[in-house]
Nanobody
Framework: QLQLVESGGGLVQPGGSLRLSCTAS????????IGWFRQAPGKEREGVSC????????NYVDSVKGRFTISRDNAKNTVYLQMNSLEPEDTALYYC?????????????????WGQGTQVTVSS
């Protein structure tokens, strides 16, 4: 079964940057659309961004447009989420998810495979 692993989270001051990575062991992500999601305490899981298997289609939730960039390097079997100009409201547990049957979507219920998450905390 496809297992996803996120990394790159941490504590950063407002205005700072982090780059999250999503990779898989024993499986290639080449054929999978990848989504990034986040969940803050007491809130529902929210779709942040997605990228198609080829990388030609991307989408972002309005609150991160212009600040976050999703990309993928299929040679490295990794999908990235570059997060700039971070705000305290971005604090959450960030997950990546994969699905082979969609193009690019930020609805979490469409994804079959999930990682365990990486914590992002934006605070001074």
């Amino acid at each position: 079964q496809l297992q996803l692993v996120e990394s790159g989270g941490g504590l950063v001051q407002p205005g700072g940057s982090l780059r999250l990575s999503c990779t898989a062991s024993r499986f290639t992500l080449y054929n999978y659309a990848i989504g990034w999601f986040r969940q803050a305490p007491g809130k529902e899981r929210e779709g942040v961004s997605c990228i198609s298997s080829s990388g030609s289609n991307t989408n972002y939730v309005d609150s991160v447009k212009g600040r976050f960039t999703i990309s993928r390097d299929n040679a490295k079997n990794t999908v990235y989420l570059q997060m700039n100009s971070l705000e305290p409201e971005d604090t959450a547990l960030y997950y990546c998810a994969a699905d082979v049957s969609i193009i690019c979507d930020t609805r979490p219920d469409l994804y079959d495979y999930w990682g365990q998450g990486t914590q992002v905390t934006v605070s001074s």
